[in-house]
């Protein structure tokens, strides 16, 4: 396994917080940096996009206050989330703003893009891309990305079929290189697992939209904590690719979960029209992503809270006697 030098002493957990549209702020990755876990959002969530200056500005100026008054206790390192799709007309925009702050880490998604990788490196950032099989792993290594996220069964929003167990292994037989891993990760021995199967970084993302920062509707919020794995809906219906969603937001949406058509993914859309608005509804607003994991997240907390829930649960995790 390989750890790069950007997160050595900066992590209470080796846990990265997925990027989660609309609902990570500047105020949860503030949070979670400050606790200790690498905090993240996507670029699209800086609406107009000049505000993304703004969030990078804040994010920079409050971690570097917290650094100077906790020596001791070093925040993580934040990351950008940059959708590569052709839609998002706004990428060399954000890009170059990423490049202003001197962003320290970027996860790509939705393409490989050799060029993208170069431009980051060259003032220091290091790159995650997110991945569902190996076809698009292989292709995002050769495209020059540091590391990868293994996007695997039961992961929120965005996900792939194949079991983690499965994903990891075989990501492993060639890849030396920093692996995150995602799927249903929403307790401490889970982290703990995550490692165990040879992962550097738990991906967590569900069990953060029900926090006190999170950027989302108490409906929403409360819908993660009420919600089980039996809950979740695998459907590339909402965007084109397929994602995991909670079942009760489709049914208040007026559709039956079970019987969801098929959407043709060549239409996929993540970017934004003229006006600014997204361009293809109503997925995250009124469908909400969720993983398997909703099952082990109780009650609406603080993130410092959530991630001292995991902190306790990935020191205690330990194999049960044989």
């Not at 206790?73 to 940059?82: C, D, G, K, M, W």
């Not at 937001?249 to 970017?271: C, E, Q, R, Y």
Request: with cysteine; aromatic share 8%.
């Amino acid at each position: 396994m390989s750890m790069p030098a950007l997160f050595k002493g900066r992590l209470s957990l080796p846990v990265i917080a997925a990027p989660l549209f609309i609902i990570s702020v500047p105020d949860l990755v503030i949070a979670q940096c400050k606790a200790g876990v690498v905090g993240s959002f996507p670029a699209l969530n800086a609406r107009p996009p000049a505000l993304l200056d703004e969030w990078l500005a804040r994010i920079k100026e409050e971690l570097a206050a917290h650094d100077k008054a906790h020596p001791e206790r070093l925040s993580a390192p934040f990351a950008v989330n940059q959708i590569v799709h052709k839609s998002n007309n706004r990428l060399d925009q954000d890009l170059a703003l990423c490049e202003k702050h001197k962003v320290p880490m970027m996860i790509t998604s939705l393409g490989a893009r050799e060029e993208l990788n170069q431009a980051a490196h060259n003032w220091g950032c290091i790159t995650f891309h997110d991945v569902i099989n190996q076809k698009f792993a292989h292709k995002a290594v050769e495209k020059g990305a540091d590391g990868l996220v293994l996007v695997s069964a039961g992961a929120g929003g965005h996900a792939g079929e194949i079991s983690p167990l499965a994903f990891v292994a075989e990501t492993r037989a060639w890849f030396d290189g920093p692996i995150a891993l995602s799927g249903a990760i929403a307790t401490g021995r889970a982290i703990r697992a995550a490692r165990v199967l040879g992962a550097d970084f738990a991906y967590i993302g569900s069990a953060f939209i029900a926090t006190k920062e999170a950027n989302a509707v108490e409906g929403y919020k409360q819908m993660i904590t009420s919600s089980s794995a039996e809950d979740i809906v695998y459907s590339n219906l909402f965007t084109g690719v397929h994602g995991n969603y909670l079942k009760p937001s489709i049914v208040a949406a007026g559709m039956d979960p079970d019987n969801l058509p098929t959407s043709d993914p060549s239409k996929m859309s993540f970017g934004t029209d003229a006006s600014g608005e997204r361009a293809k509804p109503k997925a995250w607003k009124e469908i909400w992503g969720s993983g398997q994991g909703v099952g082990s997240i109780p009650k609406v907390l603080p993130a410092a809270e959530l991630i001292a829930r995991f902190k306790k649960e990935y020191d205690e995790a330990i194999d049960p006697p044989l």
